[in-house]
């Protein structure tokens, strides 16, 4: 029996997963079972609605309407949700960058931002993923992940983003032990160039689910206290989510 459209076009959506973030269109093809041509034609239609998108190497990787779709699912609603307030606390008591993100495989996805007025160049967005082991919240996560996680990490993942990234294997497990002692991590200008960030995470019944962060131009004379004010912020979180919730898969697995 011949597959319809619909069915095609959700094949071509079931060969993207934690392995296939990025993929040709011939590996699409292979992996869906299709023609080239047929593969060519449905994929267009996708990143016409806005399924899928190419990036610049020619290869496909989800879309942002797909990410919109999954923030429906009960966990992710719920969590964006229950932060929001906080969030907006956070960045009224600090008028800095505010983050809450999730762990997505070996990146980090970042479900909301509100964003401060300070001159703070800033690449993330509500939706975007992000490398682990260069930004604060990312860290955080990292910190707490899988050990598996950490050794895939550290060893295939420790890009250098700009001059002050760590991509010494040695000195990030330091870092990582570190966080998990003092409860929160920092960079300096690791992700971007005069943008430093602190963060911590957001635990319920002892499971990290999340990460909430601030960035800031300098850590100078303010990483107290605004370690103290995100702690703050992520307990309430915690507290507000209970004991029944269940963390989004990006936040597990």
Not at 66 to 92: K, M, Q, T, Y
Not at 164 to 184: F, S
Request: glycine fraction near 10%.
């Amino acid at each position: 029996m011949t597959a319809t459209v619909s069915a095609r076009l959700l094949s071509l959506l079931g060969t993207f997963d934690t392995s296939h973030r990025r993929q040709t269109l011939s590996g699409i093809a292979r992996r869906s079972g299709l023609p080239i041509s047929t593969a060519h034609r449905l994929l267009a239609e996708l990143e016409t609605w806005g399924a899928v998108r190419r990036v610049e190497s020619g290869e496909y990787v989800i879309g942002r309407r797909i990410w919109r779709l999954g923030l429906l699912a009960a966990g992710e609603v719920d969590l964006s949700r229950v932060a929001e307030p906080f969030l907006h606390d956070l960045h009224a008591a600090t008028r800095a960058v505010v983050h809450l993100a999730v762990r997505e495989g070996t990146e980090v996805l970042y479900l909301d931002r509100v964003s401060g007025h300070a001159s703070v160049p800033i690449v993330s967005t509500t939706g975007s993923r992000l490398p682990l082991h260069s930004t604060g919240v990312g860290k955080v996560l990292l910190a707490h992940a899988p050990s598996e996680v950490q050794e895939e990490v550290l060893a295939h993942g420790l890009t250098r983003v700009t001059a002050y990234t760590v991509t010494e294997p040695g000195r990030l497990r330091a870092q990582l032990h570190r966080i998990r002692r003092d409860g929160y991590a920092q960079t300096f200008e690791e992700m971007t160039l005069g943008a430093c960030s602190v963060a911590v995470p957001v635990e319920v019944d002892g499971h990290v689910v999340a990460a909430l962060g601030i960035v800031v131009p300098d850590l100078r004379n303010v990483r107290v206290r605004l370690v103290a004010a995100l702690q703050v912020a992520a307990r309430g979180i915690g507290r507000s989510l209970g004991p029944g919730f269940h963390p989004p898969e990006a936040g597990v697995g």
